[in-house]
């Protein structure tokens, strides 16, 4: 069974910067795509970025036009984790975050999340 928890989140000012982590058991590799969704008041969930696993260990990231430039993915395989840095939060990230992976381990996030975390809140003030 796959369980993804996520954690980091919290009340943050405009122009600050954060980290989310997402901690992953239960997926078939541990080199397996992940990645991050968001959801806001009365919006529907969004991509935001995604680490996917091309094969071997080739990666590439994706990111949402709105958080290009201000967001980094990473990963640490060894600890089935990934992370989200988010510097220059703006009031319209606030959002839950989520975290996300593929049933195919070398599926694009974007295109197809399966597995999902509980989410966690970020909220920027303004």
């Known amino acids: 069974q796959v369980h993804l928890v996520e954690s980091g989140g919290g009340l943050v000012q405009a122009g600050d910067s954060l980290t989310l982590s997402c901690a992953a058991s239960?997926?078939?590799?541990?080199?397996?795509?992940m990645g991050w969704f968001r959801q806001a008041p009365g919006k529907e969930r969004e991509f935001v970025a995604g680490h996917n696993w091309i094969g071997s260990n080739v990666y590439s990231t994706d990111y949402a036009d709105s958080v290009k430039g201000r967001f980094t993915i990473s990963r640490e395989n060894a600890k089935n984790t990934v992370y989200l840095q988010m510097n220059n939060l703006k009031p319209e990230d606030t959002a839950v975050y989520y975290c996300?992976?593929?049933?195919?381990?070398?599926?694009?996030?974007?295109?197809?999340?399966?597995?999902w975390g509980q989410g966690t809140q970020v909220t920027v003030s303004s």
């Open positions: 239960g997926l078939t590799s541990k080199s397996s795509t």
């Open positions: 996300a992976a593929p049933q195919d381990p070398r599926a694009a996030l974007r295109d197809a999340p399966s597995y």
